[in-house]
């Protein structure tokens, strides 16, 4: 059984910062590609970021890059988002996800996602 917890949203002022985290449990961490995902009101749930089960490769969506950076410690069973200069459109419930393999292909698991509110 896999299980993806989410924390560390909340509320932030536009062009500030948060760090969420997603804690898995079930088989072996490291051997899967870890994604996070977004969905605002109203919209689709769009592609954030993604590692590989090494940590050796990201993924970013075009308007991410430079802005968010993701992590993970496979000793901990965690995967990080660092969010920096975070915009009101930016608010959206954050999913964590696991692929189905090391590296990244399609969310295969889904976390219960954590809310994240940008003022503006």
Request: charged fraction near 20%.
């Amino acid at each position: 059984q896999v299980q993806l917890v989410e924390s560390g949203g909340g509320l932030v002022q536009a062009g500030g910062s948060l760090r969420l985290s997603c804690a898995a449990s079930g088989r072996i961490f490291r051997n899967y590609a870890m994604g996070w995902f977004r969905q605002a009101p109203g919209k689709e749930r769009e592609f954030v970021s993604a590692i590989s089960g090494n940590g050796g490769k990201t993924y970013y969506a075009d308007s991410m890059k430079g802005r968010f950076t993701i992590s993970r410690d496979n000793a901990k069973n965690t995967v990080y988002l660092q969010m920096n200069s975070l915009k009101a459109e930016e608010t959206a419930v954050y999913y964590c996800a696991r692929s189905s393999g090391g590296d990244w292909d399609r969310p295969e698991y889904w976390g219960q996602g954590t809310q994240v509110t940008v003022s503006s």
